[in-house]
């Protein structure tokens, strides 16, 4: 881990932050409190904290990774109110990540590494697992805190899948297919992507219009999304 890249999203008091800059000499962390990020500046120095003051939802993430270099590893106790955004926000850069591991709510970890078909399956499973390979760690009992939250926590990590796993379709095409498939989860794919592919480009994608999207894996979404995207081409000439 020395002299890898390492950022921490939200370091707060510090609780974390020593152990890492301890096993990697110095990090990157965000921190969007004033008074926090001055108690962080405090306590380390610029050589062991580059201590970036600012929200992490509005931080310009490309630009970041492009600055620390590729291999990045991104960790951090997440806002339970802002972590599905902030995931979201991560995935343009995961070609240069080489892991991610956060504590969330345990809730939105069981989202993450859902199958098809159960309740938990929708946008923020599909649109991770299309470029991260999900593993729950182990959960953390309420009582570690202090105040106990009203909420389980777990611990997942993230590894985004290699180039050559990754499939051959824009984030921007995939993403607009997942986002109308579960607009209305309770829609089947020909009246949810109604607006984005007939049902004769649907079933050439080899999927079922009459089927809704919770039950579609991602390679069929990745299907779909490449038909799309052919469709949007300009033609030649």
Do not use: C
């Amino acid at each position: 881990m020395p002299g890898q890249p390492v950022v921490e999203i939200g370091p707060g008091l510090g609780a974390l932050t020593g152990h890492l800059i301890d096993a990697a000499g110095s990090i990157t962390a965000v921190e969007i409190d004033r008074d926090l990020a001055a108690r962080l500046r405090e306590r380390y120095t610029p050589t062991q904290l580059n201590l970036v003051e600012g929200d992490a939802l509005e931080l310009d993430w490309p630009a970041l990774a492009a600055s620390l270099g590729a291999g990045l590893r991104i960790v951090g106790n997440l806002p339970y109110n802002v972590s599905t955004p902030l995931l979201f926000a991560l995935l343009p850069i995961a070609g240069q990540v080489r892991d991610q591991h956060f504590m969330l709510q345990r809730e939105v970890v069981e989202r993450m590494a859902a199958s098809p078909g159960g309740k938990d399956y929708g946008r923020l499973s599909v649109m991770l697992q299309f470029r991260y390979r999900i593993d729950r760690l182990f959960n953390v009992a309420p009582g570690s805190f202090h105040p106990v939250p009203k909420v389980q926590s777990s611990i997942v990590r993230m590894i985004p899948l290699p180039a050559d796993q990754v499939p051959a379709v824009t984030l921007k095409a995939f993403g607009e297919v997942v986002t109308a498939a579960f607009g209305q989860r309770r829609k089947t794919l020909r009246n949810a992507l109604a607006r984005l592919l007939t049902e004769a480009q649907i079933r050439a994608a080899g999927v079922d219009p009459g089927v809704r999207g919770e039950t579609v894996d991602v390679a069929g979404f990745v299907r779909l999304a490449r038909v799309f995207e052919s469709e949007q081409a300009p033609s030649p000439g």
